[in-house]
C-alpha cells in the first residue's frame, strides 16, 4: 500500500473507484490522506453509493457527478422514508383490463376487445406534460405482449387465430416484434413469426421475456389433467427463427424469467420446482431448433402433503438483464443481478377452485451463485435439490391472503410494493419491502445500538437472520419452510383506496378499478382468468414518484 502514497491525489482517487465499497470505507480508516481524498471526492462517494444501493450507472447521462450523486440521495432518502416527490392522478377509464404492464417508465394495457394496445409515458417530474395515451392496433385476438423497452424500444405482440378442419381445432400463435414508440414493424426484426399449437384457444396461455436478440416465449395449455403439453421456445427475434425448444418430460409451465442474456429460469408447477436452463449459443445457419430436455438445474419447492397440489406457479423480476440500453433518460437504474424475484404460489386441494396462495422472494444472484456451485460438482445433478438444501437460508415467505395476487408487477430492484386487500373498502397504506442487505444491516446496526430508526420505519416489521417465517401451521407443507432472508419495511403515512400497486425503479402506481369482475360475463371470465390476466375496470391510475 505504501506506493500510493507517492503517487498523485487524483490517481490514487482514480484507483479507489476500482474497489468495492467496503475496501474504500477500510482505505478511509487508514490515514487522514486517503480519509480526505476519499469523503471529498465525488466520484468516490457516488461510486460507494450507487452499490450499497444496488444501482449501476448509465454513462450515457448527461449529468454531472455531483448532480448524479445528489439525484441518488434524494431518491434513496425518498424510498426509505415514503417521501414522494410528487403524487398526480392520471385517468385510465378502461372498462376492463385484460393485460397489462409496467416497464421502463411506460404503462400498457389492454381492454376486454383485444383490439389495441394502449399506452402512457409516466411523469418523471410535476412539470412534465399530462401524459396521454397512445395506441397500437391489433389485428387479430391479442394473447399477451413483451418489453424491451431500455434496450430496443420493443413490443413483441402476441395474437391468436383459429382453424378448424376434419382433425380437430388449432390455434396458430403469431408474434409481430413492433417499436413500441412508433407502433409500426420492428427496423431490426424479420416478423411475423407463427406456430401452430393443438391446443385450444380457450386454453392456450403464453407468456414472453426479451433480453437482447432473444425472446423466451413459454407455450401452456391452462387446462388440468396433463403434463407434457407445455414448452418454452427461445426466439432469435431479429432473425425470425426459433433458436432451441426447452422442456423436461414432466411439466406445468407459467414463467420464464432470465436470470443473464444466457441463462433463463422456468417456473414448473407439475414437478414443484424452479428449472435453471443454459440456452444454447447461437449454431450460426443452422434452421432447425435444438431441442433440449435436461435443465442445468433443478430446485425443489417444500414438499406439501398429499391431496394438495400446485395450481399456479409465475414469477417475476425487474430490470432485466440487458446487453445495452438506449434510454438516456436515468442518470442510474438497479442492477438486475442485485434485483429480487418474487414468485406466486398457489396452492390448492384436489379441488383447483380454493386456492391457498402465498408470496415468496428470493434475489437472482441467489440462483447463480446456485448454479455456479453445481458446476463444480464432479458428476452432474439430475434430480432437483430439495428445499432443505437451498431455499431456508435465500429466501422470505409472505402470507398472501392479505396481498393482491393479481398484480405480480410489484418488485422493483431489491424493494417490494403491496397494498391491502382490505382496501378499497377500508384505506389502507402502501407498504414497501427492501430486501437490499446493505440497508438491512445498517438499521438492525442501529437498532442493537439503541439509535432510532428511520422515520416511518416500523420496527415490529424489521425481520432479522435470527428470526424465520414458517407456514408448518397451516397443515399444507410437510416439511419446515422457514425462509431467513431478512428485509426493512416501511409504509405510507397516508392510507390509499386502491385496489393494487404496481411498481418500477421511480416510483409507485396506485390502481383504483371502477369494477370488479363480478360485473364481467361469466364466460369471458374463465377465459382470461386461466391466463392470468387481470379482469377489472381501471377508473385511474395515481402515480407517486419517489426518483
Known sequence: MGILYHLPNELVAHIFLFCTFKDILSFQATCRLFHEIITTSS??????????????????????IPDRLQ???????????FQPNFIQTVPVKNTAVVIYELSGGTYLLSGISRDSINHLRLPSTPSDPTPCWDHIPVADELLDFGLAVTEHDLIGVLTTLVKIHSKGVDSTLQIRFLQLS????????????????????????????????????????????????????ILDWKRGIVRAELYIESRRYQSAIFLTPE??????????????????????????????????????????HPGFMVSEFACRGAPNPILSSCDTSRPFHSSPIESIMVFHLTISPLDPRIPIPFVFFAHRRTFLEILAK????????????????????????????????????????????????????????????????????????????????????????????????????????????????????????????FHGVLMDDERIIGIKVSCTWFEIAEDIYLTNLKRNHVLSGVESIEVIHMG
Not at 466520484?43 to 448527461?62: K, V
Not at 441518488?72 to 422514508?81: C, P, S
Not at 435453471?276 to 435436461?294: A, L, M, N, T, Y
Request: with cysteine; net charge neutral; aromatic share 8%.
Open 182 to 233: 412508433t407502433g409500426l414493424p420492428h427496423p431490426l426484426s424479420r416478423s411475423p413469426m407463427r406456430f401452430t399449437q393443438h391446443i385450444l384457444m380457450d386454453n392456450l396461455g403464453v407468456g414472453i421475456e426479451i433480453v437482447g436478440n432473444i425472446a423466451a416465449l413459454v407455450i401452456r395449455d391452462v387446462s388440468f389433467g396433463h403434463h407434457n403439453r407445455d414448452k418454452v421456445l
Open 43 to 64: 466520484s468516490i462517494q457516488y461510486r460507494i453509493a450507487l452499490e450499497i444501493s444496488g444501482l449501476e450507472d448509465n454513462p450515457q447521462h448527461e449529468l454531472s
Open 374 to 497: 453445481a458446476k463444480l460438482d464432479p458428476e452432474p445433478r439430475t434430480t432437483p435439490i430439495p428445499w432443505s438444501g437451498w431455499g431456508p437460508p435465500k429466501t422470505r415467505w409472505l402470507r398472501a391472503r392479505s396481498i393482491p395476487t393479481e398484480w405480480i408487477t410489484t418488485t422493483s430492484g431489491q424493494r417490494y410494493a403491496y397494498v391491502s386487500t382490505h382496501a378499497p373498502a377500508l384505506p389502507q397504506p402502501v407498504v414497501v419491502l427492501d430486501f437490499n442487505q446493505n440497508h438491512v444491516r445498517k438499521v438492525i446496526a442501529n437498532m442493537k445500538n439503541h439509535v432510532p430508526p428511520y422515520h416511518g420505519v416500523f420496527p415490529n416489521e424489521m425481520i432479522t437472520t435470527d428470526t424465520k417465517d414458517t407456514y408448518e401451521k397451516m397443515k399444507v407443507f410437510a416439511e419446515d419452510v422457514g425462509g431467513y432472508l431478512p428485509y426493512v419495511a416501511v409504509k405510507s403515512v397516508q392510507t390509499y383506496e
Open 71 to 81: 439525484l441518488l440521495q434524494r431518491r434513496e432518502a425518498a424510498w426509505t422514508l
Open 263 to 304: 441463462i433463463l429460469l422456468v417456473t414448473n408447477a407439475q414437478e414443484r420446482c424452479l428449472e435453471i436452463w443454459r440456452i444454447p449459443p447461437d449454431s450460426g445457419e443452422s434452421v432447425s431448433p435444438i431441442i433440449c430436455k435436461q435443465p442445468a438445474l433443478s430446485l425443489g419447492l417444500p414438499a406439501i
